[in-house]
């Protein structure tokens, strides 16, 4: 009986932490933003901002100082192409670099006087192309439609050349072996569903961290200790205190990791190939991990703000370590094992395998296992932290009464 006692007691003290900490978040405005705006709002504006996935119509100059039938062939071709667009015809190259300069235009097409001419002379011609390296997006429209360009008029040369007489002889000299290109994974190949999967995962970790990491700065300015001063018989327990919390915390991201990775993804077409079977076993860990290292965090920060600092600042540095926008094996060493560290890292790796690339959950078991040795390690972390600011914030408590009496005495004397 004592036992059953006791396991009632503490789960009545787990509810009515639960019950405290689900009124303290509703009543603090910060806190609010960040668990429920930010994920319901930020992920649809970022979405809508790649929602085009791919650019079109890149704007070039063209400096032609051929003049030839042949050069006015390929710019026609280029401006036939969905991405690139001849916005300009500059008289020479000063008069480019100014319209990039100025940002008019993202790219210069070069054709040289001798361009046609060594065509004519079965001598192989060149034209230049410069692009403006601060948008690859860009770059890769201009460069690429060139590129294609080139290869076409070079096969209707090549075939032109090669005296064959039927078309279908032609069709094989310019094409001797037949292929199809199939993107894999990203069939698109857009931007948004190339990095929007991991960035996802990574509002899902920097939102819960940054809402704990305010309630907790908040409790402290308002002198109350992180709300484990035992104001009441239910907050007696470290074990009952840390369960109630995350309980609160996991119930609020088990609606927005759900929207974070299916509600979205579905609302804007990204490749989504994992059942929610799947899903649902990869964000439980991850989910855990996330709280758990949000309430580490959260007692390591005095004030609200600097959570904010801290967790602003390291955003963009996570989302390279999680291998998506940088490639994983041209990581240093040391970063990659201070990657180990946050739970994003391996929750977003594991989701864009499953989600966009189809892979099993066998398939990231190694990632898996992970996540839940992280969600242990800051289960215990977040005992002990907390453990600790209990005796803390007794013997303050203590130390005030103490002074208190000696003071009464004084009086009294």
């Not at 948004?192 to 970790?205: D, K, N, T």
Request: one cysteine or more.
């Amino acid at each position: 009986m004592s036992i059953f006692h006791n396991m009632r007691g503490s789960l009545e003290d787990i509810c009515f932490i639960w019950w405290q900490e689900m009124k303290q978040i509703v009543k603090d405005e910060g806190v609010i933003i960040f668990f429920f705006v930010v994920p319901l709002v930020y992920p649809l504006l970022y979405s809508w901002i790649y929602n085009n996935e791919t650019v079109h119509e890149v704007p070039v100059v063209v400096v032609d100082d051929c003049h030839s039938s042949l050069s006015r062939q390929f710019i026609r071709m280029c401006d036939a192409s969905p991405d690139v667009k001849i916005a300009y015809y500059a008289q020479d190259m000063d008069e480019a670099k100014s319209l990039v300069s100025r940002q008019i235009v993202e790219g210069i097409y070069y054709f040289p006087p001798e361009f046609d001419a060594k065509v004519n002379r079965l001598e192989q011609a060149t034209m230049s192309v410069y692009c403006d390296m601060s948008l690859i997006l860009a770059y890769k429209a201009i460069f690429q439609t060139a590129q294609l360009v080139s290869m076409q008029m070079g096969t209707e040369i090549k075939t032109k050349l090669g005296g064959k007489y039927t078309a279908h002889e032609e069709a094989i000299a310019a094409q001797p072996l037949a292929y199809d290109e199939v993107p894999i994974f990203n069939p698109s190949g857009g931007y948004g569903s190339f990095v929007l999967p991991a960035v996802l995962m990574l509002i899902l970790q920097q939102t819960l961290v940054l809402g704990i990491g305010l309630s907790a700065g908040t409790a402290r300015e308002e002198n109350r200790y992180g709300q484990l001063i035992p104001v009441s018989r239910h907050y007696h327990g470290m074990l009952n205190i840390v369960l109630g919390k995350a309980l609160c915390y996991l119930m609020i991201y088990a609606v927005m990791g759900a929207w974070l990775v299916a509600g979205v993804p579905r609302l804007f077409h990204f490749p989504q190939l994992a059942t929610w079977q799947t899903l649902l076993a990869l964000m439980i860990p991850y989910t855990l991990a996330c709280v758990f290292f949000g309430m580490v965090v959260s007692c390591m920060v005095k004030y609200r703000e600097n959570v904010m600092l801290i967790m602003v600042f390291i955003s963009i540095p996570l989302l390279f370590l999680t291998g998506v926008s940088w490639p994983q094996s041209n990581i240093p060493g040391f970063w990659q094992g201070a990657s180990w560290v946050f739970p994003s890292t391996f929750g977003a790796r594991a989701y864009i395998r499953l989600n966009s690339m189809g892979a099993s959950l066998h398939d990231v078991i190694w990632e898996y296992r992970i996540l839940w040795l992280h969600a242990l390690v800051y289960f215990l972390l977040a005992c002990g932290v907390y453990r600790y600011q209990i005796y803390r914030a007794r013997a303050d408590v203590h130390e005030r009464l103490a002074k208190k009496k000696e003071l009464a005495g004084k009086t009294t004397d």
